[in-house]
């Protein structure tokens, strides 16, 4: 028998073992789902061990990691569950405590070694303006919120939004330069820190508080706390290393310091990703001129770090306070994700805005107020100048306000809040204006459609006074535009059938290899995500997991109706789903005993999600990307000689820099995906080997044509 009892605007979901029809299905759903997860597990320790050569893996794929990677990151993982165990039997209360300070420490120390103290400084002053800015945003907008996780999960983001949004207006402006940027963000800080304070005095709130400890934490949530905070520690020490991988080096923090060495955020021919969204580049920027490049890639780290944290707030409001620690867990153990927090790429803002968004849409419709659904339209439209891919996430929650809405809402008043939603774009006005001119389509030169990149990704630069890439005193100007890389042709074994979007789930676990522009490649997401979905049947039958629901499904029928389906363009639908399948374990976990099969699911459960924390490594260190040197970290190589190891061009790069004028067009013989703009001033255009010509004379006049000597 199932009642359903109404707590607030929740419908909660009471199961009673009782005889009849309920407890058979209990017992049916209960096997089908344990079945279900040994049958992953099966599958993703042999996906885990292929790389190490056993005799079911024919043929082994190659594993690239070297000895002393692999027991560094034993000995990280390791220090951090020694750590929790040993305070969870001395004083259980503090056990988390521990392990973090552990994990703290350990980052620190590499830090020190590395001789990257000062931008790590740099880095946390950043992160505490933008947290300091978003608690006073969140306190003015009356959120009672007694959870650790999504009270400051929700106060990073926002804050990121707002001093963000601040520094590409200054960008716009040609203001983007230290004194302007600490002292706007400054005046922003102390002005919504006063204004907090009064709207707190006035309306008789009490002041800040100490946080108490938290309740003891079972064996089993240590385990599993300390097991994801060794595996954020280890992979966010890729943060600490000179780039080396091609987006990063090619577009992204190259466009961080031409940004900031022109005070602005101009159009550069070289760079195309420049006529699209910049405002994470913007944020790069910035910690890029105040702390160099390893602050640019902690921002990086801590915008990922905040994104686990705010899943576990999602994962707490869908299914109680259990459900926290299993939401970090499950989108903690995602390889892409640990791997994206050490590099300089622009995928996690959009999460950690996505995630966000959705957590506002779960106050409307506790509270429904609209100022809710106006402050996830801000943040949404803050996440499409960081990323285009947004576009899919916007509409997806634009159908989850019009389906899902709180229960005494009528049609008209879902209506109104998705105006409101679409009202809280204004904050994007100066980038759409902005980019609207880069494609010119304010002089009518082009369509709406390529601002948003739906004509693809290989569109002309658009001339005009934006543009930088003007030519150096003493060169030919260039008569046509400088070639710009298009997306070359990517295997991929998925497709856009409806039988296609059933696989989906499977396929994005054992396969990520073939789909576009894979990183990790196998084991790209790990498994617990779709080890533990069937658990979603455990999950209260409320409006804030049907929510989660509706936008988690729209966001992956708009991901797989997308040409290229790159994986880690669904971070946040992979993020929203976590919350909902932590929710579902949550509500497992906390229901009554029940049948021996539901006893039996609770322990396989619980031991698969351990298995799929301990597995990542496995997916994580083999993999070619995901290399980091450990000589380095441990300060027994030096920056230099590390880049000149790792950046087979350096000494070329650098050379070009010293001898040549800034901005002289340079052309790089090479694959468009390889070119390491970061290290040379020079600006460097590709042109593919084959297009060279066919002779010495039509090579030189290839590089005539776009103005190189």
Known sequence: MI????????????????????????????????????????????????????????????????????????????????AGLITRALRPASAFIAVAVTATAIFVAAAVTTRSIGSFVIAVLLCAAAWTTGTAMVGLAGARTPSWCVRHGLAFALGIAIVSTLWVLLALAGWLNAPAVVVTTLTVVVMTTALRARFAESRGLPGRQLPSLPPPASWFDVLIFSLLVGLVTFASLSALVPENQSDATRQHLPIAREFWQASGAPVIDSMPVTMQSVQNHVIFAVAYGLGGMTSAKLMQAALSIACIIGVAGLAELAGGRLARLYGAAISGAMPILLWEMGHAFIDVLPVLLTVAAATCLLFWLEDSRLRWVFTAGVLLSVGLAGKLNMVVYIAAFALGVMLVGPVSGLLK????????????????????????????????????????????????????????????????????????????????????????????????????????????????????????????YYAPRTRTTAMLSVLSIVSLIGWWLSPYQVVRHLLPTLALAAAVVAAGMGGLLTRAPGTRADQVLRAVASGGLLLSLILVPFFFVPSSRAQMPIPYLMGQETREHYIQRAIRSAVVLEAASDLLPADTPVVYVGGPWEVPQLYSEARLVTIPREDLGPDAEAVLANFARIGAH
């Open 3 to 82: 009642v359903i009892t109404a707590r607030g605007h929740h419908l909660v979901e009471d199961a009673y073992p009782l005889r009849g029809r309920a407890p058979r299905r209990s017992v049916v759903v209960a096997a089908a789902c344990t079945i279900w997860i040994l049958v992953v597990s099966a599958f993703g320790v042999w996906m885990a061990a292929a790389p190490f050569g056993p005799p079911f893996a024919d043929p082994a794929p190659r594993n690239f990691a070297p000895p002393d990677m692999a027991a560094a990151s034993v000995v990280v993982i390791a220090l951090c569950v020694i």
């Open 413 to 536: 008043d879902r209506l109104a809040a998705l105006v409101v939603l679409a009202t809280g774009g204004i904050v994007a006005i100066p980038w759409l204006l902005r980019t609207a001119a880069a494609y010119g389509i304010l002089s009518g030169r082009t369509s709406i459609w390529n601002m948003l990149g739906i004509a693809g990704p290989s569109l002309p630069a658009a001339s005009g006074p934006i543009i930088s890439a003007s030519p150096v005193p003493g060169s030919v100007a260039p008569d046509v535009t400088p070639v710009v890389a298009t997306f070359p042709d990517v295997a991929q074994q998925f497709g856009h059938a409806p039988s296609d979007l059933l696989g989906l789930p499977w396929f994005l676990t054992f396969q990520g290899k073939d789909f576009g522009f894979p990183i990790i490649g196998r084991g790209e997401i790990g498994v617990a995500l779709l080890m533990l979905l069937p658990l979603v």
